[in-house]
C-alpha cells in the first residue's frame, strides 16, 4: 500500500498528466491541474462523491460499508495513504455515522451539460 502511494505521490509531481491524479475529469481529462492545486483537486473529488439523498441507511448496513472500503483500499491497488484507511477505521468505530441510500451526483453530473 505504502509503494502504490509513493507511485501516486511521484506521479502527482511529475509533468506528465496522469487522467484523475493530476488532470481534470470528464471534459476536463485533458487539463493539466498546477502542483499547487492537486489537493484541492482531490479534496472536491471526495466531496463530489459524498453527496446523497434519500433516508440514510442503518448504521450497522454503513459500518459494513465502511469495512468493506477500508478493506479493498488496504489491497494497495489504489494508491490511497494508510491516513485515508485508519481514517475510515476511525469512523467505523464511531457512532452516528451516516449515509444515504442513493447518490445524487451522478444524475447531475450527466444533467449539467444541459444547463
Do not use: W
Not at 2 to 29: C, H, M, R, W
Not at 73 to 98: F, H, K, N, P, Q
Amino acid at each position: 500500500m505504502q509503494q502504490a502511494a509513493k507511485v501516486v505521490a511521484e506521479i502527482a509531481q511529475a509533468d506528465e498528466p496522469v487522467y484523475g491524479i493530476n488532470t481534470g475529469f470528464g471534459d476536463l481529462s485533458t487539463m493539466r491541474i498546477p502542483h499547487d492545486e492537486l489537493r484541492a483537486l482531490q479534496r472536491n473529488l471526495v466531496r463530489s462523491h459524498a453527496v446523497g439523498v434519500g433516508p440514510p441507511l442503518p448504521e450497522d448496513v454503513v459500518r459494513a460499508i465502511l469495512v468493506l472500503r477500508a478493506n479493498t483500499l488496504a489491497a494497495g491497488r489504489s494508491g490511497v495513504r494508510a491516513e485515508v484507511i485508519d481514517l475510515l477505521c476511525d469512523m467505523r468505530r464511531s457512532r452516528g455515522t451516516a449515509a444515504s441510500a442513493r447518490r445524487a451526483i451522478s444524475r447531475l453530473s450527466r444533467t449539467r451539460r444541459s444547463f
